[in-house]
């Protein structure tokens, strides 16, 4: 991920939450073309922030597919980032 991406270490609950430096709705859908799911973290935040914010699952996730995920989302990241 790009140095400004912060993310949570779960701690017995099934999600990881990532803070990004893009829209997470716009990042969400084209995470979905590149094959990858996320949840835009908004409709999580009763007060409409979140809009940066990105929950991930990872407990129904082969590891190894997980890292896939990951390095796609990274680049999709970056992309946002940079356009």
């Excluded at 140095?3 to 990881?16: I, L």
């Excluded at 990274?74 to 940079?82: G, I, K, M, P």
């Amino acid at each position: 991920m790009p140095p400004e991406v912060e993310w949570t270490r779960p701690s017995g609950d099934f999600f990881s939450w990532l803070t990004l430096p893009v829209d997470a709705g716009e990042l969400a859908l084209r995470a979905a073309a590149a094959g990858v799911a996320i949840v835009p973290g908004g409709p999580f935040y009763p007060d409409g922030a979140g809009t940066t914010n990105v929950r991930l699952s990872f407990s129904n996730v082969g590891d190894e597919l997980i890292d896939v995920g990951i390095d796609r989302l990274a680049a999709l990241v970056v992309a946002a980032r940079d356009a």
